[in-house]
């Protein structure tokens, strides 16, 4: 579940982003909300100042002696205004201001009421039977400036909680399919030989059809792996004695016949049940194979069953193989009778499919890695693809059933060890080679 499209990514990117997206619409909704309250809020003051001075700039003009006073608002200290007003009468002649007020944000005549210039909200109000008027204005950016500070302060806790929750959702949607991440490593740790039910207990009851499915697909699959393998097994076992019988008989026959003509169709006769002899141990050879076993409970050394096998080929072809051994053990949980049997099939290939002049070489490193190669012509790489399947052969004039490397694949993909063929073979120009590490076999 950690490729691109694992349920468990989808789920905690998904309610990640959700849960942002919720929390920063909230964050604009109340951003939102605060501005409207803000505004009313600082509408509110700007009437409630307009309603404060009116009552003392009305009897300080009022008691201005012959009209005249001063037309600017002492002020105590120098300061900033965020506020600032104009007493004016209803031609416009300016009465009294605040000390920072400018008289360019205000209209040429007053007027009642909330009104807005491109820099300002105005507040006017009148007195005296409407001859006297008092105007105060506030800095729209000053409002602007409230707003933001406001919306960063909702904004701010999101720096933390968007983290946490981030953590949060992946903990609990990990915790969530936990049972289920199981259930896959359960699944992909299996080898290819391994047909056992899925434990699929715990899973959420979204998933229990799955398990219930893999493991009704599993049933029938053994049944019909393990009805072919004993076909295979009961009827190479089956035709091992008859056709021993009938061998014995054709050899006892050929001794007792004179006609030469007559003792060569014997002698075909011969050849044509050896080879349904051979045909019979590799198809006993290849059930074996595919019924599993491949792993063993405990870790072997295999170098001494190399050389054993390798010894009893050197009977038959003096002279033809080289072999090289690590001086230390290779030990591996891949079965003894499993390693012999695909070495076997491997040499024999080689032997039978190589060039009869060449050595058939065969290394077993240390760290396990063990390349059976041979020379002869280059293998076209379309017929590599299909050595592995079974009854597949190249082109070639030597005896065989084709199943020598099937075995082999077989044993190596229920032991989980990669066989890899090459032809030619590396570092050569020609020839054939297979190289498998039985280290790795688990």
């Not at 000053?142 to 500070?149: F, G, I, P, Q, V």
């Not at 949060?168 to 992909?188: A, D, M, N, Y």
């Amino acid at each position: 579940m950690t490729n691109k499209n694992s349920l468990q990514r989808r789920l905690g990117i998904g309610l990640t982003l959700g849960v942002t997206l919720l929390w920063l619409f909230g964050v604009a909704a109340s951003g939102l909300v605060a501005q409207h309250e803000m505004n009313e809020v600082f509408d509110s003051a700007l009437e409630e100042t307009a309603q404060r001075i009116l009552p003392l700039a009305v009897t300080d003009i009022l008691n201005r002696e012959n009209g005249t006073g001063n037309l600017t608002a002492p002020a105590l200290k120098e300061h900033d205004e965020y506020l600032t007003y104009l007493v004016r009468d209803g031609q416009g002649n300016l009465l009294l201001q605040s000390h920072d007020a400018d008289i360019s944000v205000f209209g040429a005549l007053p007027q009642e009421g909330f009104s807005n210039t491109s820099t300002h909200r105005i507040y006017g109000a009148s007195a005296v039977s409407d001859t006297l008027y008092i105007e105060v204005a506030e800095p729209l950016n000053h409002r602007h400036e409230a707003a933001l500070e406001a919306g960063l302060a909702l904004l701010t806790p999101l720096i933390f909680l968007i983290p946490i929750s981030l953590l949060g959702v992946w903990w609990i949607v990990r915790r969530s399919l936990r049972q289920v991440v199981e259930f896959q490593r359960s699944i992909e740790s299996r080898g290819a030989g391994d047909l056992s039910p899925v434990e699929g207990n715990q899973l959420p009851t979204e998933f229990e059809p799955i398990a219930v499915a893999v493991n009704r697909l599993l049933e029938r699959l053994h049944r019909a792996l393990e009805t072919e393998r004993s076909f295979t097994a009961n009827s190479a076992h089956e035709l091992r004695t008859p056709l021993a019988t009938a061998l014995a008989k054709v050899q006892r026959l050929k001794h007792q016949i004179h006609s030469d003509a007559l003792k060569c169709n014997v002698a075909e006769v011969e050849v044509a049940l050896r080879s349904l002899s051979t045909l019979s141990e590799k198809l006993l050879e290849l059930a074996k194979a595919e019924g599993g076993g491949a792993i063993a409970q405990r870790p072997h050394n295999l170098a001494p069953i190399l050389a054993m096998i390798v010894t009893d080929f050197e009977h038959r072809i003096p002279g033809r193989i080289v072999l090289t051994l690590p001086e230390g053990e290779v030990n591996s949980f891949l079965d003894p009778d499993a390693f012999a049997i695909l070495v076997r099939n491997l040499i024999e290939n080689a032997i039978k499919h190589g060039a009869s002049q060449e050595p058939v070489e065969i290394n077993l490193s240390a760290d396990g890695t063990l390349r059976i190669c041979n020379g002869g012509k280059v293998v076209p790489a379309d017929q590599l693809v299909q050595l592995r399947n079974r009854f597949a052969r190249s082109k070639t004039n030597a005896d065989g059933s084709g199943l020598g490397l099937a075995i082999a694949e077989a044993i190596a993909a229920g032991a989980n060890i990669c066989l890899h063929l090459h032809s030619p073979a590396t570092g050569r120009q020609n020839g054939f080679e297979a190289v498998l590490n039985v280290a790795v076999a688990r």
